[in-house]
């Protein structure tokens, strides 16, 4: 899809235009404003569409990785935010075979959920749930919150690019599309449940790499990789 290098040029030439109209004297404290959050909306805007456009042209990098690994670790990212919210997190990680894929880009996915779900809370605190299972061939990750919920009229929109229902400035609606496009690359499904007032949960299936080994049913873990083994031998993760 060549949708984000087409969308370039448009964009830098609104961002010329902004420029130059916050150039002009006598304008006003709120035009000057208005410009400014403007400013900041192309910025962002052509920030997610340089990483799209990479993300399209660079081929991703394979090797068995821990789904518990990639999921703490986008926890660990946003938890100083969730602590500005007094937001706890329940994290609860069961016995789960290796996924093979590009395990940069599905913890890039995952922080993009987690990061959703921390946003859509109040201020007053809260909880997200965050676990994973070994669901048949597949392995499961399951991030709920308990934040405002979603519309079921917006609820049908939520992967499609550029839709956000975040307050103006706050996000462009970029975050579910780019991580079902991740996930989609390795056969990972996602699947979005919402009721207004009474959270979101989101589920994630990805095909395991290799099934458990007989008799590892308990609630051990099993050998985790601390990282993506592409990054060895001069490869990198994409």
Excluded at 22 to 30: H, I, R, T, Y
Excluded at 47 to 71: K, M
Aim: charged fraction near 25%; glycine fraction near 8%; charge should be negative.
């Amino acid at each position: 899809d060549d949708a984000a290098p087409r969308l370039h040029e448009p964009l830098q030439e609104l961002t010329s235009a902004v420029q130059a109209l916050a150039a002009e004297p006598g304008l006003s404290e709120e035009a000057r404003g208005r410009i400014e959050a403007l400013r900041r909306c192309c910025e962002t805007l052509g920030a997610d569409l340089r990483h799209l456009t990479g993300y399209a042209l660079t081929p991703p990098s394979r090797a068995p990785f821990s789904v518990n690994t990639l999921l703490r670790e986008a926890i660990h990212l946003c938890r100083h935010r969730a602590e500005e919210k007094k937001i706890r997190f329940e994290e609860r990680y069961g016995t789960v075979p290796p996924v093979f894929g590009p395990a940069g880009r599905v913890q890039q996915a995952l922080q993009n959920i987690v990061i959703n779900a921390v946003e859509a809370m109040p201020f007053d605190g809260g909880s997200i749930r965050a676990e994973t299972a070994a669901e048949d061939d597949r392995v499961t990750i399951r991030i709920r919150d308990t934040g405002v919920g979603i519309r079921p009229e917006h609820l049908r929109h939520v992967f499609e690019p550029f839709f956000t229902t975040k307050p103006e400035h706050s996000g462009v609606g970029l975050g579910l599309w780019t991580s079902q496009q991740m996930l989609g690359l390795i056969g990972g499904e996602i699947r979005v449940a919402s009721r207004p007032h009474e959270g979101t949960e989101v589920t994630v299936t990805l095909p395991q790499a290799a099934p458990l080994r007989p008799g590892r049913t308990g609630v051990d873990h099993p050998p985790e990789l601390s990282r993506n083994t592409a990054e060895e031998r001069g490869r990198e993760i994409a």
